[in-house]
């Protein structure tokens, strides 16, 4: 299978600021790609050098195969959402969706025709007529959608769109960004600072640290298997064990990560470790323990309807051996 983009050594400097640092990288044709990082670790410089807004400083970039050194931005069958949605005020929706095929020479009731397709796509049919104040933040998102998508491209870049959204809307849409990637195929390259996001939503993962590729990976590979320190602490909610506690774990002496819901509290008289609980936070869905065992905290989810512990009580820990993840510290 042709890779939609590919990053072969991509290098981007600003000054002495290493935006991207040596990043190589193969996004699957037709996939739902995340960029996923902490603010500044590059990934939005890396969406601006697939639409080619931004050029590599050293590396190359390739879509569909095609080498995009010289190929300008609307040559490169890309498109961009933004997290303000970039809408012409002045313009109603439908001139707003049409306004690619305007540019391109498009006659009027083609664009028309094809910007109210779009509109029905994005469940907005009958709102053409409305200026972008008239409507709502997912409304907006959804047309800025539309109008991305007028021109067919093959490659969607997505820059935290659902950023300026509330916390439900955001859900619900990102139910619908899925299902839309599905139905129409096209490749999907999403950036966002949540985790949460990236794994419900995403086919493959990159999580990005300082310029950098942390691992890259499915949902489940980043959040089960994390590669680094740096992945296992920005990705999930593990505890994440230095060297010395691993090995008193019974693991080698190596960072590792061990989920609090793989940890249970025993009552046997050899427990892989003791700790004494300092705080309980209930869930509601469960209990999260949070104990002190050889100077680290580490935390325990107990499910609804399980024992919880006393705070100050020292209770014995077990878990599957299967359950410490090896990582390398990075
Ligand atoms: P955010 O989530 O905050 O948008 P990001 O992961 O997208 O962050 P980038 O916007 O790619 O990060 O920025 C990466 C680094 O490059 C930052 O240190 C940023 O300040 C720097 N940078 C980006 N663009 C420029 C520029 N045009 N000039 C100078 N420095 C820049």
Known sequence: MTAAVEFHNVSRHFGTVRAVDRVDLAIDEGSFFAMLGPS??????????ISGFEKPTTGSIRIFGEDMGDVPPNRRHVNTVFQDYALFPHMNVRDNVAYGLMVKGVERRTRHERAEELLSLVKLDGFGERKPAQLSGGQRQRVALARALVNEPRVLL???PL????????EAMQDELKALQRRLGITFVFVTHDQGEALSMADRVAVFNDGRIAQVGTPSDVYD?????????????????PPDLTRSFGGPRLWASLRPESIRFTGASDPKAKGRVTALRYLGSGTRVALETGGQEIAVLVPAGAPVPDIGEVSGLTWDPAALHLMEDA
Do not use: W
């Open 163 to 170: 950023g300026a959204l509330d916390l439900k809307l955001r």
């Open 40 to 49: 500044g670790s590059g990934k939005t410089t890396c969406l601006r050098l």
């Open 158 to 160: 997505l820059d935290e």
């Open 225 to 241: 298997r994390p590669a680094t320190r740096f992945v296992a602490d920005f990705v999930g909610s593990s505890n994440v064990l």
